[in-house]
């Protein structure tokens, strides 16, 4: 398959590069030489994937790029079932474990507002959570690893796993997974984009990494009316207004303490005019948890608690929760291993800790299944103080942490296909 997607061929600057920090250990057999050739065309790849940008499941054109360059590696991409992502398997050692690595391939529905060369052409669709930047790193991650495995290099079998839709509910990992991307899988690994850590440097963190998310909405109805009579209607700005204030608290005293639950609003409707008490409106939010358990009881607990809010009422309502994503919980185990393999790319210097996030990710499905880890990569430029956060229109990298990520998730591969002890953690070997 070949790619219907043009890439630039000129006016790409010369991709400037990071001095290799005291420690560090360069890819072996001539992997580094191979990366370093191709970072041009990584960030000119990037840069495209920039331009033009694909909602969750409309992932063909950059299904079709990511293809065509894996095949032009000698390589047999496997398309999902819809067309829109793939996985692919690079074999070295036939016989040793298989270990997957992850990229997203969807943006988001908001407008760029970068002046740069490569802001987005297609209008109110935009890269802002850096997806372009984790497609790249896989892709420029696929021709290191051939390198290795035509040297004899890699003790095993690596799967790249690009997949759709991570930004919708439901998302497209549990599609991933029907399609057998992680059948034989022993571990997985995946990157996230980070402004705030410096380019150069990768954050890590065992344990909880993401929260688990739900999509909550209340709908209440009831007999509108003139602002002038309320007593003769059902006052469902009201009833909405004790929604809105209560139910956080209630829901709070509810959960177990050790397990809190966040609940934040982030839209209402209810009525057009001043002087009219509408027929019917609804409050619309989010619910998060670091707990699985916790995340999975809060529907259940708020159906029984907002009856109690609007009670005598009169009202008609109605709940919908909507599980999202689980939590990301990083295994321990995998954790050390690219925390360590990232000392090796990158500097002992550029390793820290990751702060624990309320922000879902569909990562955490791949988990569910087998052990693995997901890190921050530092994406954000010296000397920028204030660098505009994922999910706003102004997001953009500095496109050196590109190679940043290649190089991590090389030297994981090789760290984890030569392990052969694997410690017990949150999952079962596989």
């Not at 692919?88 to 997203?104: K, S």
């Not at 970068?114 to 802002?128: E, F, I, L, M, Q």
């Not at 303490?257 to 609003?265: A, M, N």
């Not at 990751?354 to 569909?362: L, N, R, Y």
């Amino acid at each position: 398959m070949t790619s219907a997607l043009t890439l630039p061929s000129d006016g790409l600057p010369a991709a400037s590069r990071l001095d290799p920090q005291p420690g560090t250990t360069p890819l072996p057999h001539g992997a580094d030489e191979v990366l370093t050739r191709n970072i041009p065309g990584l960030i000119a790849v990037r840069r495209h994937l920039h331009a033009h940008p694909e909602l969750s499941g409309q992932e063909f054109r950059t299904t079709a790029l990511v293809a065509g360059r894996l095949t032009g590696l000698g390589l047999v991409p496997r398309l999902l079932p819809k067309g829109n992502g793939l996985f692919c398997d690079i074999v070295g050692g036939a016989d040793g474990p298989l270990v997957a690595f992850r990229a997203d391939l969807d943006a988001l529905p908001l407008p760029d507002s970068k002046s740069v060369d490569y802001r987005s052409t297609v209008p109110g669709v935009c890269h802002a959570c850096g997806h372009d930047v984790h497609t790249t790193v896989l892709l420029g991650l696929a021709p290191v690893l051939v390198r290795l495995a035509e040297q004899g290099a890699l003790p095993g079998r690596v799967r790249l796993i690009f997949q759709p839709a991570e930004e919708s509910v439901p998302s497209g990992a549990p599609e991933v997974i029907a399609a057998g991307a992680l059948d034989g899988v022993s571990s997985i690994f995946a990157l996230h984009c980070a402004p705030q850590f410096p380019v150069g440097t990768v954050a890590v963190r065992s344990g909880p990494l993401t929260a688990a998310s739900a999509t909550l909405e209340v709908r209440v109805a009831g007999g509108g009316g003139h602002t002038a009579r309320p007593h003769l209607t059902t006052h469902v700005v009201d009833l909405l207004g004790r929604v809105i204030v209560g139910l956080p608290g209630m829901l709070a005293h509810r959960m177990d303490p050790r397990r809190p639950v966040s609940l934040v609003w982030g839209a209402v409707s209810a009525g057009t005019a001043f002087n009219t008490i509408p027929a019917e409106g609804a409050v619309r939010g989010t619910v998060r948890s670091l707990s699985r358990e916790a995340w999975h009881e809060a529907g259940a607990v708020i159906t029984n608690l907002v009856p109690d809010l609007v009670a005598g009422s009169g009202a008609d309502v109605e709940v919908s929760y909507v599980e999202g994503f689980p939590p990301v919980i990083n295994d321990h185990h995998a954790t050390a291993l690219i925390a360590s393999a990232a000392t090796r790319a990158l500097g002992v210097d550029q390793v820290v800790e990751a702060p624990v996030s309320m922000g879902g990710e569909d990562f955490s499905f791949y988990l569910e299944q087998v052990p693995g880890a997901m890190i921050r990569l530092g994406v954000t430029a010296p000397g920028v103080t204030d660098p505009p956060d994922t999910h706003q229109t102004g997001f953009d990298v500095d496109e050196r942490a590109i190679e940043c990520g290649v190089r991590v998730m090389a030297h994981t591969a090789l760290a984890k296909l030569a392990d052969s002890g694997r410690e017990p953690g949150n999952g079962t070997p596989r």
